[in-house]
């Protein structure tokens, strides 16, 4: 890959050097008796790459393929997934002549068919390289908190002929058609699967139905998920959305009067139907990431810049000047905090390239709350977590105020100093308890930029319902990294309120 680094020069603020200086704020409803001073000071922020390792892998979304590129080598993604069998699932009763009813009823007691459907909008790659795909019957339940690395393996055995259920070839983009859900309006892979896999569920319905009326008696005693795997085809990820298991049967249909309908030639009226169990969000669905771990750790020793790049691959860890904000403004009241992150600009030749992600959490390290952000399905709250979209124009991640972060880490400290120090009365010593709290604290003024997907309540609202890990690939090289090894620190303006009362 032939890359072409071109830096975006733009500056952060309409403000130059580090020099403070004044300005309104829009702060001039305050009353009188104050005499007040708006300013505004530069301040210096390190950056440098971090490796993810394996990141939670509980989504809404399952990637499925294999994609290769000179930059970061090779990356495999595969999904494990739960059902959720809802609580008024049934199957039609077995055709009974003897019985009137005036619903549709089984023609014989048998499956006619069995498919997996996978349904995505959207994929990453070349449309039409060849690939093909596995499905594998699980025989252990899924853990509730999966990671990327979990070990599918685990989870079913691949030297057992019984738990491949079926498989099939594909592309991403069928240029017949034939894989295009006209309905939906998404690409739809139907997977043909094991008659006999869908005659045990048969079976179970018939005699235990109330292992079908409980979403986790279903998991636990019916079917514990599946494995979709691809088995060959480089080039390409799907972004599957949505997956359905199919059971097909025949039935006779009934007239009002519960008689068996009859056509006009004499013949009893048959037909194909089916019904859907699908996986949603309410179970678990894991997906499953490999990539280039020696290429990965190539990226993150570059010093000269630091890397965004997913599925679980690096991070930007952030170091705030926490200390030095608070030495110089214990008394004053911050009013905004401004922090840009620029990215450069990369031509590549490659047809199918990564782009930048579109979206970045700013969430605290301190405490691995960057960890359980994700695990308890946090939503970005402005205080401790923030969210960006970039600008495409400028080439920019931008959070225009994280006043309340810088306000809060600060008074956590602070807060914690004042008590060991009326603990200490007498014998405090200032600064053996910082070089404690340092060690036992190191993250406390760390932040970290994770690449994320947000999903909305609807198509029509920006209010988010929940907050994952973007495992679409995607990296971008941002300005910063070891200033001492070519790298550069970043600016982070502060608006400050310099107040002095009035006697």
């Known amino acids: ?192 699967l094991k008659n006999e896999f869908g005659e045990r569920i048969l079976n179970h319905y018939r ?16 079917l514990q998920g599946i494995y979709v795997k691809n088995e060959y085809g480089d080039g390409s990820i799907l972004y599957v959305e949505l997956m359905e298991l199919e059971l097909g049967f025949n039935v006779h249909y009934k007239d009002s009067l519960g008689n068996k309908y009859v056509q006009q030639d004499g013949n009893d009226s048959i037909f194909s139907a089916s019904t859907m169990i699908a996986a949603t969000k309410e179970v678990v669905q894991a997906n499953r990431i490999i990539q280039s771990e020696e290429k990965i750790e190539e990226k993150v020793e570059e010093p000269q810049w630091t890397y965004l790049k997913t599925p679980a691959g690096i991070f930007t860890e952030v170091t705030l000047p926490l200390d030095t904000i608070n030495k110089y403004h214990h008394n004053d009241t911050i009013s905004g905090v401004r922090l840009v992150f620029t990215h450069y600009y990369e031509k590549s030749d490659e047809k199918y390239s ?28 402005g205080i401790t977590s923030y969210v960006t979209v970039r600008n495409s124009s400028t080439n920019q991640y931008t959070y225009s105020n994280i006043s309340r972060l810088i306000t809060i880490c600060i008074a956590e400290k602070e807060g914690e100093k004042e008590k060991a120090q009326k603990e200490a009365g007498s014998s405090w010593d200032e600064k053996a308890w910082e070089e404690k709290w340092k060690s036992e604290n190191p993250d406390w003024d760390k932040m970290v930029l994770i690449p994320v997907k947000q999903v909305n309540a609807s198509t029509t609202s920006t209010d988010p319902v929940g907050v994952y890990h973007d495992l679409r690939p995607s990296y971008v090289k941002l300005k910063g990294g070891d200033p001492d090894k070519d790298g550069d620190l970043l600016d982070m303006l502060i608006g400050y309120i310099d107040f002095t009362t009035r006697r």
């Open 1 to 192: 890959m032939k890359i072409k680094y071109v830096w975006i020069c733009i500056a952060l603020f309409a403000l130059a050097g580090c020099d403070d200086s004044t300005g309104t704020l829009g702060l001039d409803v305050l009353p009188d008796t104050d005499a007040k001073e708006v300013k505004s000071t530069t301040y210096y922020v390190e950056t440098r790459s971090m490796e993810a390792g394996a990141v939670y892998a509980k989504t809404s979304t399952g990637y499925l393929g294999r994609f290769t590129d000179d930059e970061f080598g090779y990356l495999e993604a595969s999904f494990l997934t739960e059902f959720f069998c809802q609580t008024n699932y049934f199957l039609p009763e077995v055709y009974d002549p003897q019985k009137l009813t005036t619903s549709a009823s089984m023609a014989g007691d048998t499956i006619s068919h069995v498919n997996l459907r996978l349904y995505y909008h959207s994929y990453f790659g070349d449309p039409l390289v060849a690939s093909y795909l596995n499905v594998y019957e699980l025989d252990n339940k899924l853990v509730p908190h999966p990671y990327t690395d979990i070990d599918p393996e685990q989870y079913y055995n691949p030297n057992d002929p019984n738990s491949l259920l079926g498989g099939r070839a594909y592309t991403a983009d069928d240029p017949s058609g034939n894989d295009f859900d006209t309905e939906s309006g998404m690409h739809m892979i139907k997977i043909p």
């Open 207 to 222: 005699e235990q139905p109330e292992d079908f009326a409980d979403p986790n008696k279903f998991i636990d005693n019916v």
């Open 354 to 381: 990564m782009l930048p992600p579109d979206t970045l959490l700013l969430v605290r390290k301190h405490e691995d709350e960057y960890i359980r952000f994700f695990e308890e399905n946090k939503i970005y709250d």
